[in-house]
């Protein structure tokens, strides 16, 4: 990420009919794998899960989505989340959600497992710096989360929070960034299905440079906006303060919807580059997912709020 210093829509509304309308690109549902459902594990542990909305893109070789990787508490370089983030003990963990709802409540990650239906999710995921891969998640959407803390009118956006524990993650000992990293959505942008928590990947948990034990996943927004290593999340009336947003404003909005059409103000988005892949490709609106996204942005100017 290169760094410089060191509309009002209801639960229904939210495209879950669309979705199965227009499914072109998409899969449907098969049989779960019939994996034993080992949640309790740290390491790598099968998960059981079904299939859901997926691209049929080929899915970025898994050596690559495990070792090339975004992960500032663990070093700035690509490689050093791989190399550092074994340090981190994701067990035992609790996730606090609180906030603007009715039923607050702290969750042991092994009981968040259990009580969702897992799914496998095959997303393209795009940097803001400018490559992408399609990796198969498996996770929850984040709109179950949510519901079971029976949100109030006031929740109007959702802000997310990593942990603070610079004893493991070295990289929190420099201030690269404002610890702990945090992200925020709008309400609609957080319940819409297409919005996941990851809790694994190819089928297994999740390595810990790639957030585990839990991490969200909007796949039509930058990279950055998919927060790792999840402990709070908390919805609020007014729009969150996040980590890039703070260190540079005018170049990471709060937003950071996929826009080939808005370039960043150092480089251009309109192309990137697969990972495992030569040539550059055109990058899509929203991350080829308009159809299912755009009209939460109905009217807004998209250059203004990046
Ligand atoms: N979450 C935390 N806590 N810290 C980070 O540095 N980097 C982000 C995002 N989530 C980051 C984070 C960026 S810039 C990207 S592109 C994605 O994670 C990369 O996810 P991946 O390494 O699993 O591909």
């Keep these: 990420m290169l760094i410089r210093h060191r509309p009002d829509l209801t639960d229904n509304d939210v495209t879950d009919r669309g979705l199965y ?30 299939k859901g909305f997926s691209t049929t893109e080929k899915p970025t070789p898994k050596d690559d989505v495990t070792s090339y990787n975004n992960f500032y508490e663990f070093g700035v370089d690509k490689g050093d989340p791989a190399e550092n983030a074994g340090k981190l003990k994701t067990r035992p963990w609790t996730v606090r959600v609180d ?8 969750f042991d990650i092994d009981a968040l497992i259990k009580a969702n239906k897992l799914e496998e999710r095959i997303y393209r995921l795009r940097c803001v710096e400018g490559w992408s891969m399609v990796i198969p998640w498996v996770g ?23 942990l603070m524990r610079p004893s493991e993650m070295t990289g929190q000992r420099w201030d690269v960034l404002q610890w702990p990293y945090r992200e925020g959505l709008r309400i609609d942008e957080a319940v819409h299905p297409l919005t996941l928590i990851a809790v694994g990947l190819y089928g297994e948990t999740l390595p810990n440079q790639n957030g585990a034990p839990l991490r969200l996943v909007v796949p039509w927004k930058y990279g950055f906006k998919s927060i790792k290593s999840i402990t709070r999340i908390s919805l609020t009336d007014r729009q969150p303060p996040t980590a890039w947003n703070l260190s ?14 808005v370039d960043h103000p150092r480089w251009s988005q309109a192309t990137e580059r697969r ?27 998209l250059k203004k709020f990046y």
């Design 21 to 50: 309308l227009r499914r072109r690109e998409f899969i449907t549902g098969v049989a779960g794998l019939g994996l034993a459902g080992l949640g309790g594990m740290a390491g790598a542990a099968p998960l059981a899960f079904t």
């Design 99 to 106: 906030g603007a709802c009715e039923a607050p409540k702290t």
């Design 140 to 162: 929850f959407p984040l709109k179950d989360l949510i519901a079971a803390v029976k949100p109030t009118s006031k929740a109007k956006f959702v802000a997310f929070e990593t």
């Design 248 to 261: 540079a404003p005018r170049e990471y909005g709060f937003y950071s919807n996929v826009n080939p059409a």
């Design 275 to 301: 990972i495992g892949e030569f040539r550059r490709r055109d990058t899509l609106a929203f991350n080829g997912y308009g159809e299912w996204v755009a009209d939460m942005y109905r009217g807004m100017d």
